[in-house]
Each structure stands twice: as C-alpha cells, then as structure tokens.
C-alpha cells in the first residue's frame, strides 16, 4: 500500500491500520455477496448500500442443519423481495436528456442532482432553431459512458429524437422525442466513441465508489483536460545529475586509458593497490557494472505492421477526496488502462516503458509513522484540516531531485543525525511502489481485476 | 574467525540473544574477508596511509561440476560452511537450505530435543498448527452443535469460545514431543553400538551461483567430473552454456545469446550486485526471491519472475531453446502467481530480461562474458489495485 495514501481517515479505526499490511492484497470484503437481509424491500426510493456479513450456511457431512437452513432460507426471501421491488425516482429529481447518435452525445436539457458537479461538459453548439442567423449556445452534454451510468441508476430519463408524431403525454410534453429504455441506451451508446463494454464496466464501477473519471484523451476539442504533468523533476536535477554525469563519466575514460578498458575475463580488480580500504560497500559498488534499469536504451524492435497497442491510459481517476473542478480538472490521482483480458495478453516491456514515459514520477512514499493508539485517535480527530494540505502538490520534492541533492548536504545531515539518532530512511516503501504507477483493469466478461505496474527503483535503492 | 564452531544452539536462545549469535556468524555478506588489522601505534597508523590497510582474505573454496544436475557440487564441509555463511550461497543437498544434516543425525543421537535444527523446529511448528486447527475444528462443531440444540428447542444460543491463532496456546502436556527423541534409559549406550556418523551431504551451488563466485569474487575452484582438474575460466563458461544444449556442438547452438545460463546469469547477477541474497522461488511460482540480509534474518521480501524479452523477434523464432515465460503470460496466471505471493506476504517483481540481437552484437562477444554488457534487466513491481480500499 502506498504509505502517502495511508492518511488517516475520520472514524477511528485502530484495529483496521494495524492489519492493512497484511490485508491489503487480500480479497478482502469486496469479493463477496451482499447481505440481502439488511437491504429493505419496498417502497423505498433510495436503497441503503448493504452490509457483508457471515456465511449463512456451509454443507456438512451430516447434511442441512435445520438453524442453517432456516438461516438461509430468511437470507434467500429477503433477496427476493428486495429483488422485486420497484425502483422509483421522485419526477422532480430526475435529469433529462436528449441523446444525439450523430453527435455521440447526450445533451442535457434538466440538470437535477448533484452528479453533473463531476459530469458532464458544456460544449458551444449552433442552435437548430434560429435558421437564419446562426445563434451560438452553450449547452451541456454528456459523454456516452456517463449518460449510460445516468440512465442505468435511475437518475436521468433520456430521450432520442424522432420523426414520428408524438402523443401529449402528461408532465413530458415539453419533451421533444421518444424515451430510451435501458437496453436501449445500452445497445446504443456502448461502441460509441470508444467506448467497449469493458470500459464502462470499469467507469460504472469507479464512479460507484465515488471516484470521478474522466477521459484522458480529449474526444472533442471542447472536452476539459487537466495540466500537463510537469516535467519539474528532469529539469531541476538536470543541472546537478549533468555535472556529475560529465565527471564520472570523463573520469572513467581516464581510468580505461590507462587500464585499457575492462578485462572481461577478471571484472573485478583485486590488485594489491587498489584494493586498498576496500569494503563490503564498496565491493558491491564495483559489481554493478552490467546494464540496468530503466536509463539504458531499450533495443527491442517493434513490427511494422503490428496493430496499435491496447495499452493506452484511458481515464484519468481522482479519489472522492481530492478537490475536483470540472472545468478546470486537476492532476489525476491514477491513470487507467483498460483492456479485455481474454483477447489481451499482459503488456510488453516495450508497451510498460511507453506508458511509464507519459506518466510522472511519484513522490517518494511518506515513511510510516509509528503511534501509539491514542495519537492514533487524536490524528484521525484532526485528519479533515490536514487532509487538505497534504495531496496538493504530489510534486513538490520530486524524487531524482532529492536524491541528487543528498550528497551535498552530508555535512548538515550529520549534525541533525548527532542530536537526534534519525532512523536511516526505509528502502521498502519506494521499492514496493516504484517510481511511476499505471492501473491497468483487465476485464473478465464483467469481472474487473485492477494491477498497478510500477516502475521498479532496485537500481536506486541497493542494499549494500 | 569464528565461522568453524561446529556447535549449534539456534532454537535453544530467545530473540535477542540468537539474533546477536547469527549477527556474529552470518556478518560477512560474501566470501571474500576484508580485515584492517590493528594499528600498533601512532607510526603504524600513519603508513596505514599510503600504504595498503586493508588485507583481503580470499577463502579458496573447491567444487566439482555435476552436469547431471547442472549443478556444483562443493563436499567439503569447511568450504561448504563458508560459502552458506558468507551470503547464504547453494543449497544442501539433503537439508532445505543450510547443509544441516550430519547436525540433524547427531541431534538425533545423542543430544535428542536439546538443540533443534531449522527442520526439527519446522516439523515441530506444523504439528502445533494441526493441533491448533483440529482443536478449533472441534470447538467450531461444538458450537454449531449447541446452536442447533437451541435452534430446536427454540431458544438463542449462548456464545461459544472458538480458539483463534492469538488465543490458542500448544499443550506442554500433549504427545507432541519431537519425532527423534529416543527413550531416556536407551541414550546412553546407542552412541557407542552405533557406527560413527560420516557426512554425506553436499553443498550445490547453481550454476549461477558458482560462476558469480568464479568470475567476480575468484574464490571458488571448479574441478573437472572426468578429469578432476581444475577448469579454466573459459572452460567454465563453454561448459556451463552448454548444458543447456541436448546436444552441444550443434550448429543450432552457436552463437545463441538466449542460452538459459546466461539470461539467469544476468538476473542473478543484478540483484547479487545490488546486495541481496538471491535464493530459488520454485515454491511460489516464481524463479528468485530476494532476501534482504539472509534467509536467517528476515523472510524474504519480493518474488522475482524473470521474462526474457528478445530484442529481435526472429531470434525467437529460430531459437532452440524453448525459454520459460519469453511468451506474455496470461491475466490468469499473472493473477495466480500474484495471489500466492501476496498471501505470504511478498511483493511480486516482473524483471525483464533482454537479449541482445544477433543483427545488432556480433556473435564473437559471446566467446567471453564481455557479452553480458549488451543484456539489459529492468524491473516492474507488480501489486494489485483495489479501488474499495484506495478511496481515503
């Protein structure tokens, strides 16, 4: 888990910050079923989201056990009957909108709820009406995956235009077109710019949880895109990294003038002078002379007429708790690729380097504080100030450059160390997460399994 | 040195006192030794200046190479002491990974229960687990039985004490005493009746293993099979190539930089140079762990699958050697290897390994380990994402 994501959270969860290390990979409660008796029935408009609980009945040798069947047959009715009840939506909360197949938009004509502060753009569009000068309107529209996770939820009724004459229906007649079901929104906005089943399995779950998700590539020019990831950190450690660059490098020309480059039959030097005040450090140092990481030029020839690569960053994802502008959206928090993981195999090297070198690096992870269980509580009393804070700039000390500075400052860091014995700083947080994260959601006919490929930092964080 | 002291009194100590013990057996990470000796005096310490203060003790291990097993075979127990000690290098071949089974024997003999090797404390281990989970099975049917008996006589069940792993506590009483101990009246004379113990376990060192020793740290002789000499480097490298060969000298064989040995070589090599203890994986479905300081110290931390990447596809294609993992996994597997490690606590790596083109590195190179230069190895940490859990 990424130590910068382990921010305390509101509810004092003692008990929950001590295990996640050993929780975190596993499956956890979200593989299972919901409780269905804990879901009411009828009447009620907005479902409550249910609670996992126990297993309510397990075979035995013996056969069912009257308390486990009873057990499960309560579980079996209530899932029934929360099942069948109607779902309904008050007509003065519901959002309308017209869905344009030509345009491969859904043009909202009444914006209700609070879900287009993360949905929706506003596009400038000629109005059909005025023919003879042509009026210029602003108007928002919908891409098609998030008009299908409107309709499919129940909050947006959406219309499709038509030639046909239309009865007078009450409270709808200003509508102008008939209404889209939701087999039929998804048989025709599912394949509409880009957008795969697999796509909006993986948009429609994300947006449950609460994430905003928009697309990286903009699909119309109209479409808000966040910055540029900055490119801060090559530049300022240019200046020091070139430096040292030149002299090692000119250095290690002159050592091989005069040894005459590497004997590859004896790499390693044990000559009576130079391997004097050799250590175990420095030995490992002299080791490292075969290629590695990420620096060295990837040789690997790619086909001509290969097909493009499925591995593109699709959508951009903000957590719930980052502050999110629509029209002016931020640096996204993770980057997605989705692909279909029957028809797709497991990226290449060559497709991973591709999609690290659009991506930023990552702040180094914030070392794991430890705390006693009432610092714990206090933390979590005051998270919602520091919580504000703390995500804004993930770029602020960038990684190389920290690293590159540190040896200048050997001499102010042993006067900190001698007042207080600081701890030296744990390779296994960077190692864990690397240097740059993509999620790629490899969808399993419905089934989402999300992987976060990082950039390994082995090179930089030896052990010895 | 104190790295021959044939006493063995791991499992008899508490933490701190062991950990100082393997601090002090286990303090060189490899075989070479560099040691200051004292400066005698002020003199002394100012020629330690300019001249050199360091002494380099090189252990000169001995090993024959086995190609049935593609393996080294290091017999001697002093060598074989020291290349386990000094970075944790081979495997015994009796035991499961420090050659303890002579120990294991005497323990047996004469010292029955009083010092435990890494296995007995192991088998000991599993028998409390099955205890644990046969006594918990037995309190979980208990439980349910009661709840049934309410159920039918229509009342709530009481709450029902089912041990957990934190709660439950090995009966000192209990038949779990160690599989070898021997009756007490027997012990004294069974030392004497029986013939004296001869070791018969080895050291095996992979083949990457033994030519990282070879190569970098020249500290181990390899003896010919047939000949018993000593084998040149050049030797060393045509031979460990060519293992992997059905039938060496075939044409089909020359000039392959995708021979098995060297890929591993240049996984192995970059994470040995790196500083850590590289071990097989085979039982997490993966080719490497990595352990931090040694498998005595900490458990291992990352699982390494290496996928060899052709630089050229048409090297592939003509390749004779069918190498493990060249083609993409799919998402199950990647799915299945992920879930076992994640379980024991272990982050999964996907190092990739290139291989150089043929049209791009001229074959000649691959007379001399110059060629390892033109190999690239990159790693992706590999971790599961999970939504639900990654909200705030």
Known sequence: MDDNLELPTATPKPEASQDREEEEQSSGDEDQGPDWTKIPGLNVARPVIPKRGEKDFEPTAQGGSGL??????????????????????????????????QLKRAHVTVARGIHFSTMGHSVARASAESEGAKKVQKRLELL???ALYLVERGAMYCWEPTDLPLHHTVHLDDMEGVPMSVQQAYAEMIGADELTFERYQVYAYLRRLGYVVTRTKPPSPDYPVPPPFPSVTRASASIVNRLLNTVTSFLSRFVRIFTGGRDWWRPICFSRWLHYNMTNKSLFKSLRFLPSGYDVPLHVQRAPEAPPTPYQIFYNLYKPSTPFKKTAPPLPDFSVVVVNARTTPMPTISELTDLFGELPELPPPAPRKRMSFSQQKQASASAP?????????????????????????????????????ARPTNPFPSLKTGKKMVVVAAVDAGTISFFRFGQGVFTEWPMA | MSLITPTRHKGSQKGGARRAENNRIYAHPLPLVFSAPEPHSKFGHVLGLFGPNTRLENPHCEGIFDPATRSVWVTNEKDSMILWRRG?????????????????????????????TSEEIREKRRAERKQFKMDRAAAIAKAAAEAE???AEGREAGPAFIPSGATWKPQPSSELSLPSEPPE??????????????????????LQEAFFLIWNLDCLTVL???THEPMSLREIWQTFQDVHCITPGLPVYAHRFDNPFLVNYAAYHYYRSLGWVVKGGIKFCVDLLLYKRGPVFHHA???????????????????PFNLPNADTFSWSWLSTINRVNAQVQKTLILTYVTIPAQSRVSADLLSSPACLAHYSVRDVVLRRFIPARMRD
């Open chain 1, 68 to 101: 486990q069947r009873h057990v499960l047959d309560r579980s079996r009715s209530a899932m029934l009957e929360a099942l069948k009840a109607t779902r309904t939506i008050s007509h003065k909360s519901v959002s309308h909108a017209i869905w344009y197949p």
């Open chain 1, 144 to 146: 098609p995956e998030e």
């Open chain 1, 385 to 421: 100030q520091s919580k504000q804070t703390a995500p804004q700039d993930p770029v602020l000390q960038p990684w190389s450059f920290r690293r590159s500075l540190a040896w200048i400052w050997p001499l102010s860091q042993t006067n900190e160390n001698a007042k207080t014995p």
């Open chain 2, 88 to 116: 944790f290098f081979g495997k015994g071949n009796l035991s499961r990974s420090e050659p303890s089974w002579l120990a294991r024997q005497i323990n047996a003999r004469k010292a029955a229960g009083k010092y435990m």
């Open chain 2, 149 to 151: 008996a309410a159920f």
């Open chain 2, 185 to 206: 009246d027997q012990s004294m004379d069974v030392a004497e009746e029986l013939e004296p113990l001869e070791d018969v376990e080895h050291l095996q060192l992979t």
């Open chain 2, 224 to 226: 010919d099979p047939h």
């Open chain 2, 301 to 319: 931390e990352f699982a390494i699958v290496v996928i060899p990447v052709y630089e050229d596809p048409a090297d592939k294609e003509s390749s």
